[in-house]
T-cell receptor, first 111, second 114 residues
């Protein structure tokens, strides 16, 4: 089966600019997650969707981050405005009863 | 919420030796403990997992043990090879019908030297 697709792979922006990341999960996976992985740390959950509804967004900095999952398939994560500390890899994952799969991530550098 | 601690942060072994990475978790409700391998520029890849109703699981050169009472779990890699060099993460989760949020450890950089 095809894996979790993410784009872009890399993004460099200036602080206070906005940026968006896209994720296409494995077909049929109802649950989709966005994780933030800061260099040298483990991934940290930002938001979890079940179909197109939010299950957990308690760790999402809602003053600057937003996410949506249209029609229960693809998802976008947006940051506006970006701060230097948002520099990280943003990982998308999807899961079903058969397993949990991560994409390769988008590496964001805020300068 | 759940908190996962992982040790050591770096581990260097000779090819053919064994490697052990240890994790502790805080939430007794956690019932699923996966281990991930992450290579440079890639997302984490599941290598083995264990559920709380099992004490040990083995898959070829990789094994995981779980001590629910002490809230410890460990990854054991035997006969290490250079391709085992990567960052390894443990995680803990409470699996529900609506998916499961993973809480990760801080990672172990494993280097297998020739």
């Amino acid at each position: 089966e095809a894996g979790v697709a993410q784009s872009p792979r890399y993004k460099i922006i200036e602080k206070r600019q906005s940026v968006a990341f896209w994720c296409n999960p494995i077909s049929g996976h109802a649950t989709l997650y966005w994780y933030q992985q800061i260099l040298g740390q483990g991934p940290k959950l930002l938001i979890q969707f079940q179909n197109n509804g939010v299950v957990d967004d308690s760790q999402l900095p809602k003053d600057r981050f937003s996410a949506e999952r249209l029609k229960g398939v693809d998802s976008t994560l947006k940051i506006q405005p970006a701060k230097l500390e948002d520099s990280a890899v943003y990982l998308c994952a999807s899961s079903s009863h058969s397993g949990y799969t991560f994409g390769s991530g988008t590496r964001l550098t805020v300068v | 919420g759940e908190n996962v601690e992982q040790h050591p942060s770096t581990l260097s072994v000779q090819e053919g030796d064994s490697a052990v990475i240890k994790c502790t978790y805080s939430d007794s409700a956690s019932n699923y403990f996966p281990w991930y391998k992450q290579e440079l520029g890639k997302g984490p890849q599941l290598i083995i997992d264990i559920r709380s109703n099992v004490g040990e699981k083995k898959d070829q050169r990789i094994a995981v043990t779980l001590n629910k009472t002490a809230k410890h779990f460990s990854l054991h890699i035997t006969e290490t090879q250079p391709e085992d060099s990567a960052v390894y993460f443990c995680a803990a989760s409470w699996v529900t019908g609506g998916g499961n949020k993973l809480t990760f450890g801080t990672g172990t950089q494993l280097k297998v030297e020739l």
